[in-house]
């Protein structure tokens, strides 16, 4: 299979009269994908109009919050809340400000999140997207108040949340402060919540620490892609805590469906389709009939 691959880059690239005495083929940079479940290869083109989906095993690769809403909302209708909000450094952690800076930078982002308004095929909805690319998708100040106006708005404005989680967990960087913010989005949840709204969570790979033990775990719908890593500690903690060997399968989203802390799994494929099923689905009834 991979001799077969680099014969077609070669002659795609050095055309038909390569060198037969050539022993190794330049490839550009960022040509191909190396699956890191599989290992098999795949143009990079090819890997990107599915989605960052493996055609081969089906491993969903992290998307940029810019992709997902890309994929998911409907075309030029997403507006943007508190997109200047950045982070100050509330325990004077050392060399933090210089951290964040630049990943600024690199990511062209202020933070782990981003939030607003937007459309799924004509439904509105408020949406969260956490960014792994930025310190791990980390719950610090930024993010927790981030998150907490979005869903405050959405109870302000009698409107559904999805909330698309990946993270390692709260920011040491902002101590105390970072823990916080567990406290304060879960408490935002349960105001929407009380006001009779739907909150749509959707696990992506990680979701891990105190964004699971928070609300990421407190939707009413609760979906996963496939295959993603789901939990709060990590599993060398657990067994050397409990002294058990844990199952392979252990935090995997198959293994949370299995075990009833998650609803379904969905393909990315899928996600847009069937979160506009259920955003109809749970639409109020006066809605509908005005609709209609």
């Known amino acids: 299979m991979l001799e077969d691959l680099f014969s077609v880059v ?4 050095n055309g038909d009269k390569a060198d037969d005495d050539k022993k190794k083929t330049d490839i550009p940079k960022g040509l191909l994908f190396k699956c890191p479940r599989c290992r098999n290869v795949t143009f990079m083109e090819e890997f990107q109009a599915n989605g960052k989906v493996c055609p081969h095993c089906n491993y969903h690769s992290r998307l940029t919050a810019k992709e997902r809403l890309d994929i998911t909302i409907d075309k030029g209708s ?26 600024r930078e690199k990511t062209g982002l202020k933070d782990a999140v981003i939030t607003g308004k937007a459309a799924i095929r004509g439904e509105k909805i408020v949406i969260i997207v956490m960014d792994s690319n930025y310190m791990m998708a980390s719950m610090g100040s930024v993010v927790g108040e981030k998150i907490t106006r979005a869903i ?7 409107l559904p949340v999805i909330a698309f989680t990946a993270s390692g967990g709260a920011r040491m960087q902002e101590g105390i402060v970072s823990l916080m913010q567990m406290a304060k989005t879960s408490g935002a949840v349960a105001r929407h919540n009380q006001a009779g709204l739907l909150y749509i969570a959707v696990m992506t790979d990680p979701t891990t620490g105190g964004v699971t033990a928070s609300f990421a775990s407190l939707g009413d719908i609760i979906i996963a892609e496939p295959k993603v890593l789901i939990g709060f500690a990590g599993r060398r903690v657990i067994e050397g805590t ?18 009833g802390f998650v609803d379904m799994i969905v393909e990315r494929k899928k996600m847009r389709r069937v979160l506009a099923h259920i955003l109809r689905l749970h639409k109020p009834a006066k809605e509908v009939s005005s609709n209609e």
Do not use: G
């Open 10 to 13: 070669k002659v795609r690239f």
């Open 78 to 103: 997403f507006e943007e809340f508190d997109k200047d909000m950045v982070s100050k450094n509330p325990i004077d952690f050392p060399d933090y400000e210089a951290k964040q800076q630049a990943l």
């Open 152 to 158: 405050e708005y959405a109870t302000s404005n009698k």
């Open 242 to 259: 409990i002294k058990q060997k844990l199952p392979d399968d252990f935090q995997s989203a198959e293994f949370m469906l299995e075990n």
